[in-house]
């Protein structure tokens, strides 16, 4: 059953982020879509702070993904520029997924049709304002 959560700050997408983290498995991967200042990176950020993630969590903007040590290490990528960068790297996904970490995908649309299995997706919209609509699936 999809989960729908409605926030009014960063700080409660934040939370919602924590609240899935709670239910990750070292291997999981999760795909969080939704458009430009949704607040996918500050659900991931959520997360990863729950995840013991201590190292500041912004939008890997050079890279398409960062690494981060935690109680679980946690990979998050951000696949908006991987369009762009004509996909010559097939390994590109794989160097930043493993049955030992937890994976936070970015723009996972801009991966398919190779897109990994879930354990959740996440997709945030938009509601003006501070308001967003999240729904956990
Ligand atoms: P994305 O990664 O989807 O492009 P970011 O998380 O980088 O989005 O940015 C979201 C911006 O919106 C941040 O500046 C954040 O502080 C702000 N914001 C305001 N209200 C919320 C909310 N309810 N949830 C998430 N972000 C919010
Ligand atoms: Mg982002």
Same mark, same amino acid.
């Given at each position: ?10 700080? /409660? ?6 609240? *899935?983290?709670? !239910? *990750? ?9 939704? /458009? &430009? ?7 991931? $950020? ?6 013991? +993630?201590? #190292? %500041? ?9 960062? $690494?981060?040590?935690? !109680? #679980?290490?946690?990979?998050? *990528?951000? &696949? ?6 004509? @996909? /010559?790297?097939?390994? &590109? ?11 936070? *995908?970015?723009? %996972?649309?801009?991966? &398919? ?11 945030? +919209?938009?509601?003006? @304002?501070?308001? $967003? ?5």
């Amino acid at each position: 059953m999809p989960e729908h959560i409605e926030t009014a700050s960063a700080e /409660e997408t934040e939370a919602a982020g924590a609240a *899935l983290a709670a !239910r *990750l498995r070292p291997g999981d991967v999760v795909l969080v879509s939704g /458009e &430009l200042g949704a607040g996918k990176t500050t659900f991931v $950020r959520g997360a990863c702070r729950a995840l013991g +993630v201590t #190292v %500041p969590v912004t939008s890997p903007t050079f890279t398409i993904g960062q $690494r981060y040590p935690g !109680r #679980v290490p946690v990979s998050h *990528l951000d &696949l908006y520029r991987l369009g762009s960068l004509g @996909g /010559e790297d097939p390994g &590109l996904l794989e160097d930043h997924l493993g049955p030992d970490r937890v994976a936070f *995908l970015e723009w %996972p649309e801009a991966a &398919l049709p190779e897109l990994p299995d879930a354990a959740a997706r996440v997709h945030i +919209v938009h509601r003006g @304002g501070d308001r $967003r609509a999240i729904e956990v699936a």
